[in-house]
C-alpha cells in the first residue's frame, strides 16, 4: 500500500494525500452515527473537513509560491491528519528569504478569514448571546459553514504562529535572531522556546486533553530535527564530496549476471552499485531491485539497473549532497572528476563524515 496518494498538481507541484487522512473521515463518519447524526450532519461534517484542507493546501502553496520567487522550488505538497508539509527542495538560508516565505503561509489563512469576514455577517453572530449564537450555528447553512471556516483560518494563522518549529513561527522567530546573530545560535535559541511551548502543552495535555500531548511531541521532535540539520549544515560548511566519497568500491559491467551480483552482496557490506561500460557510468543497481530481482540469477546487470541518476563532481559543496540525501529517494550518487568516475556518495558515509567531522571540531 502506498503511503501517499497523489491528488494531481498546482504548478508542477504534486499534491499528496497521506493514507492516515482517509481514517480521519471514517472517524469522523462513524462519530456522527454515534452521536445521532443523520445523512445531513454526516455530509455537512464531512464537507467541512475537506474545505478547512483545501484551506491548509492554499496555506502551503503560500509557502511554495513564495519559495519560488527566491527561486526555490516545492516538490511536493502532503496533506496529513494534522495538516500539511511542503517539501521544498533546500532551506533558505538567508533571514529575509525565511522570514517571506514562512510569514506566507499564515498570511494566506490572513487574506482567506478577511475575505470571509467582509462576506458573511460575523459581528451579527458574535454579538448574539450566547444560547441564540449556538442555536443559530447549530443549523446546517452555508453562512455556518462560513463563519466555521473563518474561525479555523484564524486558528490556523494563531496556531502556525507560536514561535515553536517545525511551525512557522519557530522559522519566523529563527529568521529575525538570524538578522543579528549567526544561524546557529539563532536555531539553538529558536528550538529552546519551542520545546518550552512543548513542555506547556504537554503539562495541559497531562491536566486537560490527552490531544495537546501529541501537540508537544510534534513541536518538540520537530525542534530536535531543525536543530540538527542546522548543525549538520554548519558542520558540512565549505567541505566538498572528494572529503567523504567512498573510493574502494565494488562496480560491475552491464553483462555480469544477478548471481555475481547476489554474491558480492553476501560476502561484503556493499547494497548499491555503479555499473561502468568502458569506465562510462551507464547505470546504477539499487539494493530493493536486485532484492526484487534476486530469484533471476541469470538476468545480467543491464536487465536490472537504473539508467536514470544524478551524478556528483568531486568539488561539489558537500551541503548540496545533504540537501539530496534527505530529499531523494534513492541517497545513493556516483561521483565523477573531470568525467572520470572516481567515488560514490551515500547516506550511511555523509552521517559517519559527520560523526567524525563533528568530534574534531569540539
Not at 82 to 111: D, H, M, R, T, W
Not at 196 to 216: E, R
Request: net charge positive.
Amino acid at each position: 500500500m502506498k503511503a501517499n496518494l497523489n491528488l494531481g498538481s498546482v504548478a508542477g507541484i504534486k499534491i499528496k494525500v497521506h493514507w492516515t487522512f482517509f481514517l480521519l473521515i471514517i472517524w469522523i463518519v462513524f462519530d456522527q452515527i454515534k452521536r445521532g447524526g443523520n445523512t445531513e450532519s454526516i455530509l455537512y461534517n464531512v464537507a467541512f473537513i475537506f474545505t478547512v484542507f483545501l484551506c491548509v493546501v492554499l496555506h502551503e502553496l503560500g509557502h511554495a509560491f513564495m519559495a519560488k520567487r527566491f527561486k526555490i522550488n516545492t516538490k511536493k505538497i502532503t496533506l496529513l491528519p494534522i495538516g500539511g508539509i511542503a517539501s521544498l527542495e533546500k532551506i533558505p538560508e538567508s533571514p529575509k528569504q525565511e522570514f517571506l516565505i514562512s510569514i506566507a503561509g499564515p498570511l494566506v489563512n490572513l487574506l482567506i478569514a478577511t475575505l470571509l469576514y467582509f462576506t458573511i455577517p460575523i459581528n451579527d453572530i458574535l454579538n448574539q448571546n450566547l444560547n441564540d449564537s449556538l442555536q443559530f450555528l447549530a443549523r446546517f447553512n452555508l453562512r455556518n459553514f462560513l463563519f466555521y471556516v473563518f474561525i479555523v483560518n484564524i486558528g490556523l494563522v494563531l496556531f502556525n504562529l507560536i514561535p515553536a518549529f517545525p511551525m512557522d513561527g519557530g522559522r519566523v522567530l529563527r529568521a529575525i535572531l538570524a538578522m543579528k546573530m549567526n544561524r546557529v545560535k539563532a536555531t539553538q535559541i529558536a528550538v529552546n522556546i519551542g520545546q518550552f511551548f512543548a513542555a506547556v502543552f504537554l503539562l495541559l495535555g497531562l491536566l486537560y486533553n490527552p490531544i495537546l500531548i501529541f501537540i508537544a511531541l510534534f513541536i518538540f521532535l520537530g525542534a530536535y530535527g531543525e536543530n540538527q540539520i542546522v548543525n549538520h549544515l554548519s558542520i558540512l560548511k565549505g567541505h566538498k564530496v572528494q572529503e567523504a566519497m567512498m573510493t574502494d568500491i565494488t562496480t560491475f559491467n552491464p553483462n555480469d549476471t544477478v548471481s555475481k551480483v547476489l554474491k558480492t552482496i553476501i560476502s561484503g557490506t556493499e547494497n548499491n552499485f555503479v555499473v561502468l561500460k568502458e569506465a562510462v557510468i551507464i547505470g546504477i543497481l539499487y539494493h530493493k531491485d536486485i532484492i526484487e530481482n534476486s530469484n533471476k540469477k541469470n538476468w545480467l546487470v543491464k536487465d536490472i539497473m537504473t539508467t536514470t541518476f544524478k551524478v556528483l563532481q568531486d568539488k561539489d559543496d558537500l551541503k548540496k549532497v545533504y540537501e539530496l540525501v534527505y530529499s531523494e529517494s534513492n541517497s545513493f550518487f556516483p561521483v565523477v572528476k573531470q568525467d572520470q568516475f572516481v567515488g560514490v556518495i551515500d547516506y550511511v558515509n555523509l552521517n559517519e563524515y559527520l560523526l567524525i567531522q563533528a568530534k574534531l571540531s569540539h
